[in-house]
């Protein structure tokens, strides 16, 4: 499922950020600049990769020896309509035209792995995609599109499907440990759906930059799930945080608007491919949530 081009690690001429302000642009900046890596990030304010004369302005800026990264997308709390959906092709669209009229050396691409469906509860790179709402068919589709574009243009393509990602910085909110931490804070309580009892993967955001990392610098092709391949309740999730917490804290549970899902990674991919690669244990990463949101 994945190649590697460069046979040793090589820092990359320059690497090229679509994305600016959101969770994971943001870790790679930190993590990049730390390494002294040579960067160029483009953000909407900059270049607003929906916008028809984005492509002829997106190549200008690329150079041939440069790895492009795509972290720009709308997420499920800018929108889950069709617009939204439109818009997030649009910008897909923009970088195959600019790919396609001057070619990089290398992108990469965070999908989600939205892509898959609830019907399948262990997931490996080799499960069929089988989204059920918008945001699974944009990144799907995103992909793609974006496979086929380098494909022709001969650049190595990458697709990374993130889990559920956890950390300082997160601007989503979604339900799970970075909600967990913030209400923990704010309301001295934690809401779990039902008894909590949905099982799930979270993978530290310091994991996701690492991990992009060694994809870069082997200049990395094919799909890779960027998972911690260990999936926990939620209950369990809570019950952590609530030790770690300064203060006393209360676990509630609210009324679910479903069944139980359950969904698990296996990892047998990206250790063979990356075998140096140790993830962030689950209370190891939410002790520096718990400890970092103090800070704030």
Same mark, same amino acid.
């Given at each position: 499922?994945?190649?590697?081009?460069?046979?040793?690690?090589?820092?990359?001429?320059?690497?090229?950020?679509?994305?600016?302000?959101?969770?994971?642009? !943001?870790?790679?900046?930190?993590?990049?600049?730390?390494? &002294?890596?040579?960067?160029?990030?483009?953000?909407?304010?900059?270049?607003?990769?929906?916008?028809?004369?984005? !492509?002829?302005?997106?190549? $200008?800026?690329?150079?041939?020896?440069? !790895?492009?990264?795509?972290?720009?997308?709308?997420?499920?709390?800018?929108?889950?309509? *069709?617009? *939204?959906?439109?818009?997030?092709?649009?910008?897909?669209?923009?970088?195959? !035209?600019?790919?396609?009229?001057?070619?990089?050396?290398?992108? %990469? /691409? /965070?999908?989600?792995?939205?892509?898959?469906?609830?019907?399948?509860?262990?997931? #490996? $790179?080799?499960?069929?995609?089988?989204? #059920?709402? %918008? /945001?699974?068919?944009?990144?799907?589709?995103?992909?793609? @599109? %974006?496979?086929?574009?380098?494909?022709?243009?001969?650049?190595?393509?990458?697709? %990374?499907?993130?889990?559920?990602?956890? &950390?300082?910085?997160?601007?989503?909110? @979604? /339900?799970?440990?970075?909600?967990?931490?913030?209400?923990?804070?704010?309301?001295?309580?934690?809401?779990?759906? &039902?008894?909590?009892?949905?099982?799930?993967?979270?993978?530290?955001?310091?994991?996701?930059? *690492?991990?992009?990392?060694?994809?870069?610098?082997?200049?990395?092709?094919?799909?890779?799930?960027?998972?911690?391949?260990?999936?926990?309740?939620?209950?369990?999730?809570? &019950?952590?945080?609530?030790?770690?917490?300064?203060?006393?804290?209360?676990?509630?549970?609210?009324?679910?608007?479903?069944?139980?899902?359950?969904?698990?990674?296996?990892?047998?991919?990206?250790?063979?491919?990356?075998?140096?690669?140790?993830?962030?244990?689950?209370?190891?990463?939410?002790?520096?949530?718990?400890?970092?949101?103090?800070?704030?």
């Amino acid at each position: 499922m994945l190649a590697h081009h460069n046979q040793a690690p090589s820092a990359p001429s320059r690497v090229v950020i679509l994305g600016r302000n959101g969770f994971v642009p !943001a870790a790679l900046r930190v993590k990049f600049e730390a390494l &002294g890596w040579r960067l160029l990030v483009l953000g909407s304010e900059s270049l607003d990769l929906t916008l028809p004369n984005s !492509a002829k302005r997106l190549a $200008e800026a690329i150079a041939p020896d440069d !790895a492009v990264v795509m972290a720009s997308a709308l997420t499920p709390e800018k929108g889950k309509d *069709t617009a *939204t959906l439109i818009r997030n092709l649009q910008m897909a669209q923009t970088v195959a !035209a600019a790919l396609a009229s001057r070619p990089c050396a290398h992108l %990469l /691409y /965070y999908g989600s792995d939205s892509v898959y469906g609830w019907d399948t509860s262990v997931i #490996d $790179e080799a499960t069929p995609p089988s989204p #059920d709402n %918008l /945001y699974g068919v944009m990144h799907l589709a995103r992909e793609l @599109a %974006l496979r086929e574009a380098m494909a022709k243009a001969g650049v190595p393509f990458c697709v %990374l499907r993130p889990c559920a990602i956890f &950390g300082t910085g997160d601007t989503h909110n @979604a /339900y799970g440990p970075n909600r967990f931490v913030r209400t923990a804070f704010s309301d001295g309580r934690i809401e779990l759906f &039902g008894t909590g009892e949905d099982t799930r993967d979270h993978v530290h955001i310091d994991d996701v930059a *690492t991990i992009t990392r060694h994809v870069l610098e082997r200049r990395t092709s094919g799909l890779l799930n960027l998972t911690s391949g260990k999936a926990v309740a939620f209950a369990r999730v809570a &019950g952590i945080i609530q030790g770690l917490m300064p203060r006393k804290i209360s676990i509630v549970t609210v009324s679910r608007a479903g069944a139980a899902t359950h969904r698990s990674f296996t990892t047998a991919v990206r250790s063979g491919a990356f075998p140096e690669f140790a993830p962030t244990p689950l209370s190891d990463g939410l002790a520096r949530l718990v400890s970092e949101h103090r800070a704030i």
